[in-house]
């Protein structure tokens, strides 16, 4: 639990860095989809606890709409609101990036 706790205060931090400049560290937004978001939605994102979020899949979503589950999670689900830990131009890329067929 600590390890997760300490995991997540550095990824945080590596994106309010990263969001403070005005320009998203697409390393740090990489790494936390395939690490963070894929410790429940499996990390090759094929799905896990969470569902697949492979382009194919979100399709039905918008950027606006998916950032949006980011930022504020689901309410009843295991997916928590990011907005504590990430700014809305990270959820934006983060979003973009999902959506992306070349994302795996």
């Known amino acids: 639990m600590v390890r997760l706790?300490?995991?997540?205060?550095?990824?945080?931090?590596?994106l309010q860095a990263a969001?403070?400049?005005g320009t998203a560290d697409t390393k740090a937004l990489k790494n936390l989809v395939h690490q963070d978001c894929g410790s429940c939605h499996g990390l090759t994102l094929k799905g896990g606890?969470?569902?697949d979020l492979r382009p194919k899949n979100l399709e039905h979503y918008d950027v606006?709409?998916?950032?949006?589950?980011?930022?504020n999670?689901?309410?009843g689900t295991a997916m928590p609101p990011w907005h504590p830990l990430i700014s809305v131009e990270s959820a934006n890329?983060?979003?973009?990036?999902?959506?992306k067929p070349e994302t795996r």
């Open 19 to 21: 969001s403070a400049g």
């Open 49 to 51: 606890l969470g569902p």
């Open 5 to 14: 706790v300490a995991a997540a205060l550095f990824f945080a931090n590596a």
């Open 93 to 99: 890329w983060i979003a973009q990036y999902l959506l």
């Open 64 to 71: 606006e709409a998916l950032a949006d589950v980011i930022l």
């Open 73 to 75: 999670g689901i309410p």
